[in-house]
Structure formats: C-alpha cells, structure tokens
C-alpha cells in the first residue's frame, strides 16, 4: 500500500512504515496535480501538513484514499466531516509538537522583554558606531518572574506553554470555553515532579489581568482579539501568537502599538500566509517567525512515529 507524504514526514516516520510493508512516497506534488497522481499510483494513504489543502472536491476524485493525515494538531486544511462522511479515517498527532510551540511562545517573550528582536538587527549595523546609544535604547527590559501569563486556549499547546510559564515563576491564568480546570504536572530531569491544578476564568478576567496573552485556538469565524479586546488589556501588555493565521486583527494589532495599549507582540502565523502584510514585517515592536512552531527535529520525530503507529494499527 502506498503513502504519500506530500508535505514530507520525519525519517522515524517513514522507517516505521517501511517495516510494515508500506510505500513511503517522499514527493511534493502540485495542489493542481495532486488527484491525477493519488488516482495513477493508488495512493491508499495521503498524509499533509500547512501547505496541501484536502478539500471534498479532491476527496471525491481519489476513490483510492482510506486515509488523509494531519502531522500536526489543527485541520482546517482538511474537509474533516465530509472526509468521514465518505468513509475515509482522518487522523493528527495533538500531542506531538505541543512543547516545541510552547518553547517558540518563550523564545519570543524573551526577546520581545528584552528588545532581542530589534537588537539583533541594529547591532550588526550600529553596534560599532552608536554603542553607548543602543545600550541606552534598549536598557529597560523585564523579567519575565513574577508577571501574569494569560493563556487563550487551554488544550495540550496551552497546558504546555503554561508548564514553561511556571517552570519560568510567572502566574498562570487561562480560558477555555470547554473547560473548568486542568492538572498539570512538571516534570523535571531528575525524576521529581511538581502538580499545579489551573482554574479556568472567563476570557474577559484573562485579558485584565495578564501582563502577557498568548494565543492557542483553532481558526474560526471571527477574531479572538480585535479592538474590544485590546481596549480590555493592561496597558503596555504583550501577546503572542503561534496559534492561527485570523485570529488576532492585524490591522488593530498595528493600532493598539502604535497608541502604546501594546507594548510588543509576537506572531509566528498570519492572516495572509506567505505573504505577510508589510505593516507587520517592519514594524519593530513585533517579533516575527514564519510559522516554526512545530517545526523542531524532536517533535517531526514524535510526529512521524504517531502517524505511522496511527496508520499501522487501521491498515496494517
């Protein structure tokens, strides 16, 4: 039977299925071109990531297809209900990046407290010539121990980033609309481990109180924060997201810093993916990744070997 990881798979991933007796097809093929070759190789299993969309008109034309998968959590790229409707499997791997994002949430609250972003740019350009007034510019930072994390999105991602937050001595408060509380182990390299039980408040109470936003839910209609939202934070508050292209409101984003309601934020997706808006890129008060999030070799390792175990134990 033949698999093909049309937005790749971690070598774990494709050594386990080889075991197995299956096809491992390491091919990126066209979005345009994608039913013709699923439908003249007999592609039994179609495993993506971001970049291929699984819409039901491709869904309809590759008869072929038991299995569509998702290395990663959301699937907004994948007509899910149809896809069952028509009796295929669809399957993901929630767990496996959620430490990996957790850690970029962190990479970029610690650089954004401490200017990292917009140092790392000037230095190479004035760090000779204007020393003294870069160190000035960029001598007020923040520690990070002791602020409050406010979490949207209380899953595996938000529990977490959370884990890091504690790990780090912040506050943690969190909203999930699904959820009234969440245990949360640390574990630590010495086999000791630390439990913290996390209330759920209401979204308005996070956006109070929290020092520092950071966003984990799936895409949706509407905006998570916009202008009302905004106007709800503390003053000089940061946010974060790594969740989801649309659902933060770039255009108030922009706004909210520019009238110092926000004082640095963090995005590593964006409403208009791979074409970001110009307004986000050069604006120095805005940490920016080209969605890494999942994207470090532990977690592709964890993500190929879930979706081939996954894989293995429907077909194998």
């Not at 869904?59 to 994948?78: E, F, H, Y």
């Not at 406010?150 to 909203?175: N, S």
């Not at 110009?278 to 592709?300: D, F, K, R, V, Y």
């Amino acid at each position: 039977m033949k698999v093909l990881a049309n937005d790749g798979i971690a070598t774990s991933g494709v050594v386990a299925l080889e075991k197995a007796g299956f096809n491992v097809i390491l091919k990126t093929v066209a979005q345009e071109q994608l039913a013709n070759f699923i439908n003249e190789n007999e592609v039994v299993v179609l495993l993506v990531r971001s970049a291929t969309t699984v819409r039901k008109e491709l869904i309809d034309a590759c008869p072929s297809l038991k299995i569509i998968g998702r290395g990663g959590v959301g699937m907004d790229n994948i007509d899910v209900t149809y896809a069952r409707d028509k009796g295929l499997t669809v399957i993901n791997t929630p767990a496996a990046s959620s430490h990996s994002v957790a850690e970029l949430v962190f990479a970029h609250l610690f650089g954004m407290v401490r200017f990292l972003h917009d140092s790392n740019q000037n230095m190479p350009l004035e760090g000779e010539s204007k020393f003294k007034e870069l160190k000035k510019a960029y001598a007020k930072g923040v520690e990070l121990k002791g602020k409050t994390l406010g979490i949207l999105g209380f899953g595996r991602i938000g529990q977490a980033t959370a884990k890091v937050g504690l790990g780090v001595g912040m506050k943690v408060v969190a909203f999930d609309p699904y959820m009234d509380s969440a245990n949360l182990e640390l574990d630590f390299f010495d086999g000791q481990s630390v439990n913290f039980t996390i209330d759920t408040i209401s979204k308005e109470e996070v956006l109070k109180q929290a020092d520092f936003i950071s966003l984990h839910v799936p895409a949706q209609d509407d905006y998570v924060i916009s202008t009302k939202e905004f106007d709800m934070m503390k003053k000089g508050a940061g946010i974060v997201n790594a969740a989801r292209g649309g659902v933060i409101d770039e255009v108030a984003l922009v706004e909210a810093i520019k009238n110092g309601k926000i004082s640095n934020a963090a995005l590593d997706v964006f409403e208009k993916e791979p074409k970001p808006e110009i307004q986000l890129l050069m604006n120095p008060n805005i940490s920016l990744t080209p969605h890494i999030g999942a994207a470090t070799n532990e977690a592709q390792n964890r993500i190929g070997e879930e979706l081939a175990n996954q894989i293995i134990a429907i077909l194998g």
